[in-house]
């Protein structure tokens, strides 16, 4: 109850990743603190991402899941100790030279052989970048070494106690082509739902009824100019519509429309005469954003190195780290 009071210092109930990692700041120096030497940023996002995805607020930690996270914190803690051990030169990816090396040290497989090092190290590098990344490191040894009782056990009698927490998901690991090709143009990043919603409005961009009903929800004061919060207001409200509801997305919409570049007079309005291309520039960036939002796995909205080179592979993009880079 200390902790959740000290975390959750606004009192919503709730905590964010920001709010978290402030309490891991002010504990790591505290050599009293169960924090002590903590602050591996890599480890605090999968111990927040691994605690807050089943409840109802689904980018935030409730009170109910705040036992998880404590233990989530600590393992993680761990496993950033052991692959950061193994990653001799500190880039964050454990190439096979490294991998072979560290099996031993680590103890991470007894008594490995080389045809069972390689078989681990495939079967960590879901991505198949040749280079095992901490979100993948953590998935294989999760799921291969500890099950949620002996995890739950482990922490029997103390305060984090109970129900077990969520097991982390597997990645399913895509097969190799046996044609000896590298590329792989099927995109595991799907777009169908926005595929099919966009098909029926483009389909409609000459049906004056369609264009008229929809400005009509759209220019609901009739001055025939619409302003951002004006498209909010309609894509929020109509059921329709309610799948483009990104806010970055409708900002890139409108922007896009009112600019002189994206055919608009430069002004902070949409006109009608600039309707049709609102309407297609909403599915555009909604579907970027789909994308976009898939590779970014920290929900930071910001896509760091490590995410771009998992994001490359399920577009379809298979490049070595230096063409990532």
């Known amino acids: 109850r200390e902790l959740w009071s000290r975390i959750d210092f606004n009192g919503n109930g709730y905590v964010s990743l920001a709010e978290i990692d402030k309490m891991i700041v002010e504990m790591q120096n ?21 605690s807050c995805l089943g409840g109802k607020k689904a980018d935030w930690v409730e009170r109910k899941e705040f036992p998880f996270l404590i233990r989530n914190l600590f393992f993680f803690d761990k496993l950033w100790d052991i692959f950061d051990a193994i990653d001799t030169d500190d880039d964050r990816r454990i190439d096979r030279d490294e991998f072979t090396k560290g099996c031993t040290a680590s103890e991470l497989i007894n008594n490995p052989t080389p045809e069972e090092v390689a078989k681990v190290f495939d079967e960590m590098d879901t991505n198949d970048g040749d280079q095992i990344l901490f979100d993948e490191f953590c998935v294989y040894t999760a799921n291969t070494f500890v099950n949620a009782e002996e995890l739950d056990a482990c922490f029997d009698g103390t305060p984090a106690a109970g129900k077990p927490p969520r097991p982390i998901g597997k990645r399913k690991k895509k ?13 595991e990043i799907q777009t169908k739902k926005f595929d099919e919603a966009e098909a029926k409005v483009l389909a409609q961009l000459n049906d004056k009824a369609f264009l008229d009903e929809t400005w009509k929800k759209l220019d609901f004061n009739g001055n025939n100019k619409v302003s951002l919060a004006e498209i909010d207001k309609m894509i929020v409200e109509q059921p329709d519509w309610q799948l483009c509801n990104n806010k970055p997305a409708l900002m890139r919409a409108y922007k896009r429309t009112c600019s002189t570049s994206g055919g608009g007079d430069g002004d902070a309005y949409v006109e009608k005469k600039e309707f049709k291309a609102l309407l297609a520039n909403i599915f555009f960036y909604n579907k970027l954003f789909l994308v976009f939002d898939d590779i970014d796995t920290g929900d930071d909205r910001r896509i760091d190195f490590g995410e771009f080179i998992r994001g490359c592979s399920r577009l379809g993009l298979v490049l070595s780290v230096k063409d990532a880079e």
């Open 30 to 50: 505290d050599s009293e603190s169960p924090f002590y030497g903590f602050n591996n940023k890599p480890a605090l996002m999968r111990a927040y991402k691994a």
């Open 175 to 187: 097969k190799r082509s046996r044609s000896g090709k590298t590329e792989d143009d099927q995109a």
